[in-house]
C-alpha cells in the first residue's frame, strides 16, 4: 500500500520559515517526479512546487518562487518544502504528491499519489 504522509505543518507568524516534509512508503519514487500543492478554505487545489526525479529540475509557481525552495532524498524516499519569508497568504493545508511517472506536471489531476495533508497557518 502507497502512502504519503507530510509533516512539519504548524502556526508561524508572517516573515518566519516552515519546513515540509513528506515520507513515502510502500514503493519507491525515485525515478518520478513529485510535488507540493496547497488548498485554502474556499479555494481550490493549487499548485505550488515540483521536482523532477533526480533534482535536478524544480518549477515553483510565481505566488511562492524565490521564497519555497522544493528538494528531495531518494535514499530516504523524501521529498522536503523549505518556506521562507511566510505571508497571510500562505495559510493553507499542504498536499505532497508523487506521479506514477518522470513527467514534469503542474495540474492536481495529474498526480496518482497523495498524502493527507498538513495544515500551514501564517499570521499577520
Known amino acids: 500500500q502507497v502512502q504519503l504522509v507530510e509533516s512539519g505543518g504548524g502556526s508561524v507568524q508572517a516573515g518566519d520559515s516552515l519546513k515540509l516534509s513528506c515520507a513515502a512508503s510502500g514503493r519507491t519514487f525515485s525515478r518520478n517526479t513529485m510535488g507540493w500543492f496547497r488548498q485554502a478554505p474556499g479555494k481550490e487545489r493549487e499548485f505550488v512546487a515540483h521536482?523532477?526525479?533526480?533534482?535536478?529540475?524544480?518549477y515553483y509557481a510565481n505566488s511562492v518562487k524565490g521564497r519555497f525552495t522544493i528538494s528531495r532524498d531518494n535514499a530516504k524516499n523524501a521529498v522536503y518544502l523549505q518556506m521562507n519569508s511566510q505571508k497571510p497568504e500562505d495559510t493553507a493545508i499542504y498536499y505532497c504528491?508523487?506521479?506514477?511517472?518522470?513527467?514534469?506536471?503542474?495540474?492536481?489531476?495529474?498526480?496518482?499519489?497523495w498524502g493527507q495533508g498538513t495544515q500551514v497557518t501564517v499570521s499577520s
Open positions: 504528491a508523487a506521479k506514477s511517472t518522470s513527467s514534469l506536471v503542474v495540474h492536481a489531476g495529474d498526480y496518482e499519489y
Open positions: 521536482i523532477s526525479w533526480n533534482g535536478g529540475s524544480t
